[in-house]
C-alpha cells in the first residue's frame, strides 16, 4: 500500500459544494447574489458538525471556476465565483485544519468544459499550444473536438501529450501547495492508467502525504491501482452490492462482493461508499431501516469509508435521468446544524455510534470479512483485525423488520433497533 499513513484513521463526509451551498447551477436560475460571507464559508459553519459525528476528512465536490454543474471546468486555478475565492478557500481550509479535518478536492482532469478557452484556439488552430491539449478529429470538414460520454458540453483533454501530463501535476500541486491533503481524481476510468502513473510521482515528490484515489466504477481495481500508482478507488463493487442485495432481499449478492473485498484490500484500501452525488440516496434506494444496515456494513468492513452529506439525516433524493436529474441527491443544506429537522436526528445517532465503534476499533479500516451464516435475508459475519489479533461479529437480518447486531465476543456492542 502507498497510501499515507493517516488514512488507516480516516472516515470523511463528501459535499457537492455547489448544491450544498445553493448556488445557483442551471441557466435561468436565480443570478448569484453578493453575499458579506461566501458559499466556502457555509460550508466551514458546518465543520464543528463534521468534527462531533467522529469524521476527519471532508471530501469536496468541484470547486473551480466552471459553467454550471461543476464538472464543466473553466479555470483549475480559480475559485468558482459562485462559492467564493482565494480568501475563502484558505479560511476553509484553516477552520479545517483546525480541527484535524483533512480536504481533498476534486480533480476534472479527463474533460474541461466545451467553453473552456483552450477549445477554441484548439480548434481554429491545429498548431497552436492548446492544439497539444485537447483531442480534436479533423479527419472531416470541419475540426470535431472528443467528447467525454457523449455531452458535448464536456470536451476531453489529450491524455497521451506531455502537455496535458505537464498542466495536470501543475494544478495539482498548486491546490496542495495552498493547504489541500488530497485529490479523488473524477473519471479516472475514462483516463489510461499509464497517464496518472506519468502524473502521480511527479505530485508525490513535492507532497508525499497527499492521499490520491480515483473514481473508478468498474473494471479490475487491482490492475488499475497498481498501473496507475493511485492510492485508492471507489470500491462501486460493494457500493452496488449493499443496496442491491438489501433491496432484492438476496445477502447472497453481497456475500460474495464481501469475498472480493478483501482481495482487494490485501492491494489497497479502497474508498468505500453507500451515497455519492451521482446516484440515487440510499434511503430511497432501501427504506430507512435497511438503510441503517447499510451503514452497518460500510462501518465494519476494511476500507476508507465516506458519508454523502444528508445520508446521515435520512435524506431522501433519487437520481434522475434528464436535464435537472441531478438536484434532489444535491440539495441545499440548512444554514447551521441547529436548523437540521429533527426527523434526521435518529438516523444521525446510527452513524454518530458506528463511527465511535469504529474509532473504538481502529483495526477495522484493514479488516478482512468470514461469512459464517448465509440466507437470502439473513447473514452473520466476522470482520477480524488483518492480524488476527480482534475481531467482532455482525449479523444483518431482515426477514422482518430489518435488524442488525454487532458482538464483541459474547458481548452485544451495538444494535438496531435498540
Known amino acids: ?149 457523449g455531452h458535448d458540453s464536456l470536451v476531453e483533454l489529450d491524455h497521451g501529450a506531455e502537455e496535458v501530463a505537464e498542466l495536470v501535476v501543475g494544478v495539482m500541486r498548486h491546490w496542495l501547495d495552498r493547504g489541500a491533503d488530497g485529490w479523488r481524481l473524477d473519471a479516472a476510468y475514462a483516463v489510461d492508467p499509464a497517464f496518472w502513473a ?78 455519492n452525488h451521482d446516484v440515487t440516496r440510499i434511503a430511497s434506494q432501501v427504506g430507512a431501516d435497511k438503510a441503517v444496515l447499510a451503514a452497518v456494513v460500510l462501518f465494519t468492513v476494511g476500507g476508507i469509508p465516506l458519508i454523502y452529506y444528508g445520508d446521515e439525516q435520512g435524506y431522501t433524493g433519487v437520481k434522475e435521468e434528464r436535464f435537472g436529474g441531478d438536484d434532489q441527491i444535491r440539495p441545499l443544506f440548512p444554514p447551521t446544524p441547529e436548523d437540521l429537522s429533527e426527523l434526521g436526528a435518529d438516523m444521525h445517532r446510527v452513524h454518530q455510534s458506528l463511527v465511535a465503534l469504529r474509532r473504538r476499533h481502529p483495526w477495522l479500516a484493514d479488516a478482512r470479512v468470514t461469512v459464517t451464516g448465509i440466507a437470502n435475508e439473513s447473514m452473520t459475519y466476522r470482520t477480524a483485525a488483518a492480524d488476527g489479533s480482534a475481531a467482532l461479529e455482525v449479523t444483518l437480518d431482515i426477514t422482518g423488520t430489518p435488524r442488525a447486531e454487532i458482538r464483541d465476543g459474547a458481548e452485544v456492542v451495538w444494535a438496531h433497533p435498540l
Open 1 to 149: 500500500m502507498t497510501a499515507p499513513d493517516w488514512t488507516a484513521h480516516a472516515i470523511g463526509w463528501h459535499v457537492y459544494p455547489l448544491g450544498f451551498t445553493g448556488a445557483p447551477v442551471h441557466p435561468g436560475d436565480a443570478p448569484a447574489a453578493e453575499p458579506a460571507r461566501t458559499r466556502l464559508d457555509h460550508i466551514a459553519d458546518w465543520l464543528d458538525y463534521v468534527q462531533r459525528l467522529g469524521l476527519n476528512v471532508l471530501q469536496l465536490g468541484p470547486v473551480f471556476a466552471s459553467v454550471e454543474h461543476g464538472y464543466d471546468t473553466l479555470d483549475y486555478r480559480r475559485i468558482d465565483d459562485r462559492l467564493g475565492d482565494d480568501a475563502a478557500f484558505d479560511r476553509l481550509i484553516a477552520a479545517a485544519h483546525e480541527r484535524g479535518i483533512k480536504v481533498l478536492l476534486d480533480g476534472v482532469f479527463n474533460h474541461v468544459s466545451a467553453r473552456h478557452p483552450l477549445v477554441a484556439e484548439a480548434l481554429a488552430d491545429p498548431d497552436c499550444p492548446a492544439a497539444r491539449l485537447i483531442r480534436v478529429d479533423r479527419s472531416g470538414g470541419e475540426p470535431r473536438p472528443a467528447v467525454f460520454e
Open 198 to 275: 506519468r502524473v502521480l510521482p511527479r505530485v508525490r515528490e513535492t507532497h508525499p502525504h497527499a492521499f490520491i484515489y480515483g473514481e473508478v466504477i468498474h473494471g479490475d481495481y487491482v490492475d488499475i491501482v497498481a498501473r496507475s500508482t493511485m492510492d485508492s478507488v471507489t470500491e462501486y463493487e460493494l457500493w452496488k452490492a449493499t443496496w442491491s442485495a438489501l433491496k432484492e432481499a438476496n445477502l447472497f449478492e453481497l456475500e460474495w462482493t464481501l469475498g472480493r473485498h478483501d482481495g482487494f484490500q490485501d492491494a489497497f484500501r479502497p474508498v468505500t461508499f453507500v451515497g
